[in-house]
Each structure stands twice: as structure tokens, then as C-alpha cells.
């Protein structure tokens, strides 16, 4: 499922806008399946729980096939990872059964914001002007789309929120996995250790789920594990600074299938605080492709980057 690098920036664009478009099917799925349009009501622990298993059973069988080569992991480094990420996409799973997809899209795009805050006493990373100024951008964004009135607060926004803040510190033990080990080996511990979790999670929320929903949740599993392997193969193909801010186009999709499925249409409050949101993350986005040349062109020196 990961071949070798050849650069390809046209096919490095739709790998990842493939990569969108199934990641907000996931996200489709799991309100259909949060919100009881395809039987009663699942605990957002059991959706997360299927994503898993359909995932892992997926690489699993493309493993027996090809037999990748398997190094030794660093399972703390994973753990820690996959306890992340599976947090996040939980939480997500519940606040898509509550608010319009895109408003649920739109806050999860906090996360390189937060794992950059979270960088400062994790890493030692030191934050300039630009970024701190990014970072504030995006935050009234999801200010905005949090709607923090009496009258229009909508609190499962604050899941999507969490989920942000979780999938920032997953961005955190992603770097110190990067380079470490083989994408497909990282998805591979990463979908086992997700299994295992989430079967111990779920054990007291678990029904059984009618047809329809089983195969919704395989649909989440496969949908998700199809959605990693072609970001992964886009990354390869591309500098990841030309090729990540497509990855925006997930909102395009989430809104588009929402209105199409549900009928739920953006409102201008929506629409502004997603347009804050991106504008503050693809601000982000720039500076640290600024930074990322700068480092190959000069040696690394102190103090804080703008």
C-alpha cells in the first residue's frame, strides 16, 4: 500500500484530494450512525471501535500479501500516539452526531495550531510573530463557530474542539515517529494498538448494531484505512508544503456530502468562522514551509522564528 517516492505532484494532488473525499465519507458515516438513520443511536465508543477493526483487518490482509519487512517499533512512542488518536476521532465521531459536519471539519483544522502551542514545553520549539498571530487567527475562528451566545452556544462544538486539542498532541508524537519507521509499519502498530484499545472502551457501551450499521462501520474502517494510505503516497510525492493545504478540501467534501445526505446547509456564521480557521491554519501552513527551506539552505540558529 506505500510505494516507492517518485515525484509526481499532479498525482501527489489527487491522491490527497481522494484522501479528503474519504475521510469526510468516514465522518458521513459516523453521523449516520451517531445520530440513529440507520437504526437506533451507537455510543460514539463503538463507531470508533469498528474504525478500527475494519481498518486494522484491512492492513492485516495487505500485509499477509505483500510481507512487508517488520522492524522493532518503539511502542511507548505509539501508545502514545494511538491513545491520541483514537481520543480525537472518537470525539469527533460524537460531535458530527450533533452539529453540521462542516462545523465539526472545520474546528479539527485547530489541530496543527494546537500541536504547534503544544510544541513549546513538549519540544522546546520557540514560536515567533507569524505564528503566534496564526494561532490567534484560527482560535477566533472556532470562537465564531462555537457561537458562544445563550441563545446559539452549541456544546458539542466543545467535543470537536477536544478533538483538536487530542489530534494536536497525536501531531506531537508523530514527529518524533517520523522518520523512525516505515509508513505502512506505523500504520499497521498504529491500527493493532488502536484495536486493543478500543475493544476495552467499548466493552460497556457495546449493542449489537442492525445490519445497516455493521456495514456503515466497515465502510468507516475500510474509508478511513484507503484515506491514510493516499495521504501517505501524496506526501511521497510531493513537498508536503505544495501538497498539504489540499488537504483543506476535506471541509469541501464534509459540507457537500452533509447537504446532500442530511440537508444541512452552512449558515454565514459558519461559513465566516471556517474561512477564519483556514486562513489562520494556511497562514500556519506557510510559515512553517518558510521554515522548513530555511533549514535545508542555512544552519539552524537561536532564538524564536517569526
Known amino acids: 500500500m506505500f510505494v516507492a517516492r517518485t515525484l509526481n505532484p499532479p498525482l501527489a494532488i489527487g491522491l490527497m484530494l481522494s484522501a479528503t473525499a474519504f475521510i469526510a465519507?468516514?465522518?458521513?458515516?459516523?453521523?449516520?450512525?451517531?445520530?440513529?438513520?440507520?437504526?437506533?443511536?451507537?455510543?460514539?465508543?463503538?463507531?470508533?471501535?469498528?474504525?478500527?477493526?475494519?481498518?486494522?483487518?484491512?492492513?492485516?490482509?495487505?500485509?499477509?500479501?505483500?510481507?512487508?519487512?517488520?522492524?522493532?517499533?518503539?511502542?511507548?512512542?505509539?501508545?502514545?500516539?494511538?491513545?491520541?488518536?483514537?481520543?480525537?476521532?472518537?470525539?469527533?465521531?460524537?460531535?458530527?452526531?450533533?452539529?453540521?459536519?462542516?462545523?465539526?471539519?472545520?474546528?479539527?483544522?485547530?489541530?496543527?495550531?494546537?500541536?504547534?502551542?503544544?510544541?513549546?514545553?513538549?519540544?522546546?520549539?520557540?514560536?515567533?510573530?507569524?505564528?503566534?498571530?496564526?494561532?490567534?487567527?484560527?482560535?477566533?475562528?472556532?470562537?465564531?463557530?462555537?457561537?458562544?451566545?445563550?441563545?446559539s452556544f452549541q456544546p458539542a462544538a466543545v467535543l470537536a474542539l477536544a478533538a483538536a486539542v487530542i489530534m494536536g498532541l497525536e501531531v506531537i508524537f508523530m514527529k518524533k515517529l517520523a522518520g523512525r519507521e516505515a509508513p505502512f509499519q506505523i500504520l499497521l502498530v498504529n491500527n493493532a494498538i488502536g484495536v486493543a484499545i478500543a475493544s476495552l472502551a467499548v466493552i460497556p457501551v457495546w449493542v449489537p448494531p442492525t445490519p445497516a450499521q455493521w456495514a456503515a462501520l466497515a465502510g468507516i474502517g475500510l474509508l478511513m484505512a484507503t484515506a491514510q494510505t493516499f495521504f501517505i503516497n501524496a506526501m511521497a510525492r510531493a513537498d508536503a508544503s505544495f501538497v498539504a493545504p489540499f488537504s483543506y478540501a476535506t471541509l469541501i467534501f464534509a459540507s457537500l456530502y452533509d447537504a446532500m445526505v442530511f440537508g444541512t446547509r452552512p449558515d454565514a456564521v459558519s461559513w465566516l468562522g471556517a474561512v477564519v480557521i483556514l486562513s489562520g491554519a494556511g497562514l500556519l501552513a506557510w510559515r512553517e514551509a518558510r521554515l522548513g527551506k530555511q533549514r535545508t539552505s542555512i544552519p539552524p540558529t537561536s532564538g524564536a522564528a517569526p
Open 25 to 151: 465519507g468516514t465522518t458521513l458515516l459516523a453521523k449516520a450512525i451517531g445520530a440513529g438513520h440507520l437504526g437506533p443511536p451507537l455510543h460514539p465508543l463503538q463507531i470508533s471501535h469498528g474504525r478500527f477493526v475494519f481498518a486494522f483487518a484491512l492492513f492485516v490482509t495487505v500485509a499477509t500479501v505483500l510481507r512487508p519487512r517488520i522492524q522493532r517499533p518503539d511502542l511507548r512512542l505509539h501508545l502514545g500516539r494511538t491513545l491520541c488518536g483514537w481520543g480525537g476521532v472518537t470525539l469527533m465521531f460524537a460531535a458530527v452526531a450533533f452539529i453540521p459536519m462542516g462545523d465539526a471539519t472545520a474546528i479539527s483544522f485547530l489541530n496543527p495550531v494546537f500541536a504547534m502551542l503544544l510544541a513549546i514545553p513538549l519540544l522546546g520549539e520557540k514560536v515567533g510573530r507569524i505564528r503566534w498571530s496564526a494561532a490567534c487567527v484560527a482560535l477566533i475562528g472556532a470562537l465564531i463557530l462555537l457561537r458562544p451566545t445563550p441563545a
